[in-house]
Nanobody, 118 residues
């Protein structure tokens, strides 16, 4: 079982920045794909950014050029640097770790709230 703990959320004005962190327990982090997802009020959960075990990244069109995902395998941590924040970025942000090691796995954190005021 992998535990994921997100931090770094908060209230920020439009145009500001935040950095989210997600620390994973266990030993599978370095071989896993990791992602950030978000769910805004009245909306479905959507993918924001993903990074593979090899460091390849992918972003949603809505955050491309503003957000950067990175990982530190030595610290079992994934980061999401969020710049030029907009009110529409307001959401609960969730960390996800997935992969396969003898069997598939898919773990979620409990989320951290990001609120962007206009």
């Amino acid at each position: 079982q992998v535990q994921l703990v997100e931090s770094g959320g908060g209230l920020v004005q439009a145009g500001g920045s935040l950095r989210l962190s997600c620390v994973a327990s266990g030993t599978i982090f370095s071989i896993s794909a990791v992602g950030w997802y978000r769910q805004g009020p009245g909306k479905e959960r959507e993918s924001v950014a993903n990074i593979t075990s090899r460091g390849n990244t992918k972003y949603s069109d809505s955050v491309k050029g503003r957000f950067t995902i990175s990982r530190d395998n030595a610290k079992n941590t994934v980061y999401l640097q969020m710049n030029s924040l907009k009110p529409e970025d307001t959401a609960a942000y969730y960390c996800n770790v997935r992969g396969s090691y003898f069997r598939p796995y898919d773990y979620w954190g409990q989320g951290t709230q990001v609120t962007v005021s206009s």
